[in-house]
């Protein structure tokens, strides 16, 4: 029995282990818990976080990081509802000229930090730590010059209905664009030979250069996926809080990075996959949700979050050491 | 001409002379008038970044990957925690000063336990060690603001001859720093690590007791930080620490420490930290906003970095 539970463990992770502790918990803690609303309440709140955290992935992959996605969310969200609300001032018959305009413009904007990151990375080989840090405060700094620090309205009614609120066949509408995105995302990791490469470079960035990998290419790369990933998951956000907002996402950096660690990305770069990281990101989002029904105080859940991180990598390590055992 | 390139040898200096050349353009904007001022108030908020980045440059100089990044929420806890016992009363000063330097050793002592033990990266075991510090100072602290001790207020604003006290203090803590970094074992090995960990411990020297000392001292100056600027400001409050993570950061890079590690230089910080604080002061003189500024500390930042790498690497 703890030899097949040992095995269990050492196959799965611990985060199956987590969620099913997560659910028994919450479900004797509050009635609302377990019940279908809640639960598709859940999905539908966790679609931002899957979103960022598949992004952050790629970078963790290579052995960095990236700090600055809650900028590009904050940078999205406004250029993404200013340009919005100008175009619909201009015809305001087109509404759907307006969303298509301003989600290009908003996603753009967004992307343009993975650009700025990709270029200090990989060419100017800053460390990513500062690079993202330096990155975000110039960001929300743009952010908050176009703003002057207000939410930024105007957009069409449509835009909110349909991106933020809508629902196709009794599903709420967001979860279709994260479930295309899960689905795009494991394509190009697991069956491109640049998802690969991403795998490649974080394992061994000298080995992969020697076996003639473009690694500064690749690296480039990667903090554009990840920028862009970002900004889509701030135009839903932006639709779903109908206005455009510079402080949007300041949670995003640290909550992403915890879900792709809670998912068994390595933080070494080199180890990670895309199913688990979606499953980190529900999960950190189901705890919240079930904290808040037991109406825990929020500075706890903070704790709560830091806690279940380092939790998350020491089980990491026990089940390397037992990966080692078991193969003997 | 020799004297020139010396002076580009020493990036240093730059920050010095960047803080200058803010100073005389917002003297000029304002045609000379509260020049001096603004350098006293420059001097007196400049201090409260160079305690802090004292103890960050150590834990940069540790090598890649190394830095402090808990550093906000030791400071808002060091300051809660001591401002709550203290409770304004004169003669607690001391015992408060000594609670707010034990709180940054158990937060110290943290840090080091998560990245030694559960050998976590330095990055990640400081940011998660400051979520549950912030959530201690917020269950701690409940929104309460305790005014702090009167004499330890006058003591933070108490200016001679419009030079704030701290400030002279604090250049002397300074000056000591250098001389632990250049001139003892100590100071000499951190050096060492950050630039060849393993070349390090084959020589012999203590690579596990100096980066728990660094990680220890550096949560220790945070807390002293929180404790002063809870003093200067009428109490603590939960959101004191926060431009001081960037500017950290920023006053290391700046001040012409090498973010690789193993290079370090302790009056570059208050170059560094004038620098910055001048630079607010002149874009707030021109009537730009909060959000220019964070535009340009990144952008500075950034520059920086890049242009100190690429001199490193043409020198290889």
Not at chain 1, 230 to 256: C, H, K, Q, V, Y
Not at chain 2, 304 to 316: D, P
């Amino acid at each position: 029995m703890a030899h097949t539970l040992k095995r269990i463990f050492v196959t799965v992770g611990v985060l199956p282990f987590l969620l099913l502790a997560a659910l028994v918990i919450f479900t004797l803690a509050s009635d609302n818990f377990l019940t279908v609303q809640n639960l598709t309440n859940v999905v539908r709140q966790s679609v931002y976080l899957v979103i960022v955290s598949l992004g952050q992935m790629f970078a963790l992959l290579t052995g960095g990081f990236d700090l600055s996605v809650g900028t590009t969310l904050a940078i999205t969200s406004v250029v993404g509802a200013l340009t919005m609300s100008t175009v619909a001032g201009m015809a305001p018959d087109m509404a759907w000229l307006a969303i298509v305009v301003g989600s290009i413009g908003g996603i753009a904007a967004g992307a343009t930090i993975g650009v700025a990151n990709g270029i200090g990375v990989a060419v100017f080989g800053v460390s990513p730590f500062i690079m993202t840090l330096g990155i975000s405060s110039v960001g929300f700094g743009i952010a908050l010059y176009l703003t002057g620090g207000t939410p930024v309205y105007g957009m069409p009614q449509t835009f909110g209905d349909v991106f933020g609120f809508g629902t196709l066949w009794g599903v709420p509408v967001p979860i279709y664009f994260a479930v295309l995105l899960i689905i795009v995302v494991w394509l190009i990791v697991n069956w491109t030979r640049l998802g690969r490469y991403f795998y490649a470079v974080g394992g061994n960035t000298k080995a992969s250069t020697l076996s003639g990998i473009n690694t500064k290419g690749v690296l480039f790369v990667t903090y554009i996926i990840c920028a862009t990933l970002t900004a889509i998951a701030g135009m839903l956000l932006t639709a779903r809080l109908d206005t455009g907002e510079a402080n949007i996402g300041a949670s995003m950096p640290l909550e992403s990075i915890a879900a792709c660690i809670i998912g068994g990305v390595s933080l070494r770069g080199g180890v990670g996959r895309v199913e688990n990281v979606v499953l980190g990101a529900l999960f950190i989002v189901l705890v919240q949700n079930g904290m808040n029904l037991a109406r825990i105080e929020s500075y706890l859940q903070t704790v709560v979050l830091g806690g279940l991180l380092i939790l998350a990598v020491i089980a990491d390590r026990i089940r390397i050491r037992m990966m080692a055992s078991l193969q003997d | 001409m020799k004297a020139i390139t010396t002076f580009f040898r020493q990036p240093w200096l730059f920050a010095f002379a960047a803080a200058i050349a803010v100073w005389i353009a917002t003297a000029a904007f304002t045609q000379g008038q509260g020049a001096g001022e603004v350098l006293s108030v420059a001097f007196t908020f400049a201090t409260f970044f160079v305690i802090v980045a004292i103890g960050q440059m150590f834990v940069v100089t540790l090598g890649p990957g190394n830095v402090d990044l808990s550093i906000p929420a030791t400071m808002t806890l060091a300051g809660t925690v001591s401002m709550k016992i203290m409770d304004g009363l004169n003669w607690m000063i001391l015992p408060g000063y000594l609670i707010a330097v034990a709180v940054g050793v158990v937060v110290g002592v943290l840090n080091v336990g998560l990245i030694r033990v559960l050998r976590i990266p330095p990055i990640i075991a400081t940011l998660s060690s400051s979520f549950i510090i912030q959530s201690a100072a917020i269950w701690y602290n409940r929104g309460l603001r305790v005014k702090p001790p009167t004499m330890l207020a006058d003591f933070t604003t108490a200016k001679i001859a419009g030079m704030p006290i701290l400030a002279l203090l604090v250049i002397l803590i300074a000056a000591v720093m250098h001389v632990v970094l250049n001139r003892t074992i100590y100071g000499r090995t951190v050096i060492a690590i950050g630039q060849n960990a393993r070349a390090a411990r084959l020589a012999g020297l203590e690579v596990n007791r100096v980066r728990f000392l660094t990680y220890v001292m550096c949560a220790v100056f945070a807390a002293s930080c929180g404790y002063v600027l809870a003093g200067f400001s009428g109490g603590a409050a939960l959101n004191m620490g926060q431009e001081y993570l960037l500017a950290s950061v920023a006053v290391v890079v700046i001040g012409g420490t090498s973010v690789a590690g193993g290079f370090s230089n302790i009056p570059g910080l208050w170059g560094a930290a004038l620098f910055l604080f001048l630079l607010v002061t002149m874009l707030n003189t021109f009537g730009l906003g909060a959000g220019v500024r964070l535009l340009l500390t990144g952008l500075i930042i950034i520059a920086v970095i890049t242009l100190a790498g690429g001199s490193r690497s043409s020198e290889r």
